[in-house]
């Protein structure tokens, strides 16, 4: 059966639009994703990072939002975002959790295929969604960093879809993580041609794109969108102002 995660990328897509991904913090951000998604309509996927997992726990992780997702009308699915963790990616498997992603794409491909496939025979046994990642998306996303960007292309990311058994691909198109210090250089072209197949397409690097950007990137068939450090800035602009002008 379908997890969450892979199906309301896959109902997303067939609707020519895309499911947000919110990479939140701690109950607050849950929650406060959850009320957004129900004034919007839309489904959404719920993806803390390894570090936010490891601080609070994968059981207690998934017990939070499982409260949360009973009391909001919406479909929401739980996701591990970038995790180098085989274990970690196997405890919250077994926890019940809906889907989680895999990044060993800073590693040769043959490794990157052989890393994720271990973890999608797991994950498929249980039930559980896997997404991986081709390409090395620059920027930084909590411990993991990368200065410069190594492209995808067409060929490498088909093999690496037919041989891992992923159920969504992430390959690195130009967006990056953080802040952009220029303009994005987007390779719409591979989007277009990836947003062809069968296995979902997913954008990292949401925030600071623009609108104009976002709109193509789902037009050309990207069914999920990652944003992380737009929510963390908000979050902590607001406790800070809350903190100072009490």
């Known amino acids: 059966m379908l ?3 892979l199906r309301v990328m896959l109902d997303a897509r067939k609707t020519g639009s895309a499911v947000a991904a919110i990479n939140i913090l701690n109950y607050n951000t ?8 129900q004034a919007a309509g839309r489904d959404v996927i719920l993806q803390p990072s390894t570090g936010t997992v490891k601080r609070y726990g994968v059981s207690e992780t998934y017990s939070m939002v499982e409260g949360l997702r009973r009391a909001f009308p919406v479909r929401a699915s739980l996701h591990l975002d970038h995790c180098r963790d085989s274990a970690l990616a196997r405890a919250c498997i077994d926890a019940g959790w809906d889907s989680v992603m895999m990044d060993f794409s800073a590693l040769p491909m043959e490794e990157n295929i052989g890393k994720t496939r271990e973890i999608v025979l797991y994950a498929h046994e249980r039930g559980v969604a ?6 090395v998306i620059s920027g930084v996303e909590e411990d993991i960093s990368a200065e410069n960007a ?10 690496f879809i037919r041989e891992s058994g ?3 691909i992430a390959p690195s198109i130009g967006t990056a993580h ?8 987007l390779n719409y072209g591979l989007t277009e041609r990836l947003g062809k197949l069968e296995t979902p397409l997913v954008v990292h690097g949401g925030t600071g794109l623009s609108p104009e950007a976002f ?3 789902i037009r050309l068939g990207a069914a999920k969108v990652n944003i992380s450090t737009a929510l963390k800035q908000t979050y ?7 903190l100072q002008n009490p």
């Not at 896997?130 to 390409?135: C, D, K, M, N, S």
């Not at 190594?150 to 093999?159: C, F, I, K, L, W």
């Open 3 to 5: 997890q969450n995660n």
């Open 178 to 185: 953080g802040f952009y210090k220029n303009a994005p250089v």
């Open 236 to 242: 902590l602009g607001t406790a800070r102002g809350e």
């Open 215 to 217: 709109h193509k990137l």
């Open 166 to 168: 992923v159920d969504a």
């Open 130 to 135: 896997v997404e991986g990642e081709v390409g």
């Open 30 to 37: 849950a929650r406060a994703t959850l009320r957004a998604a």
């Open 150 to 159: 190594h492209p995808a292309n067409y060929e490498d990311t088909v093999r």
